[in-house]
């Protein structure tokens, strides 16, 4: 298997199970201005905002390599993503 972008877009989706046709593609450039806000997760056990956390880095490194490598349009809105791993 070749790793191309496509290929690499379409695997990250399958891993978050989501299918190339629940989604809809349109160019929405980041906007300057637009907070990032985090959602506090105070129903769920210590375990489970674990594995969300591991799960939520796991995908803004994914971008991240995705970002660095061939979408350099989105790298500012990965950056800003990152800032929230912890």
Avoid at 6 to 29: A, D, I, K, R, Y
């Amino acid at each position: 298997m070749n790793l191309t972008q496509q290929s690499f877009v379409e695997m990250l989706l399958e891993n978050l199970g989501f299918s190339s046709g629940t989604l809809s593609t349109f160019t929405t450039p980041y906007r300057t201005g637009i907070s990032i806000d985090s959602i506090p997760i105070s129903s769920t056990s210590s375990l489970e905002q674990d594995h969300l956390c591991l799960k939520y880095q796991s995908i803004v490194g994914s971008l991240n390599w995705l970002a660095h490598t061939t979408r350099l349009d989105i790298s500012t809105v990965v950056f800003l993503l990152a800032q929230h791993q912890a």
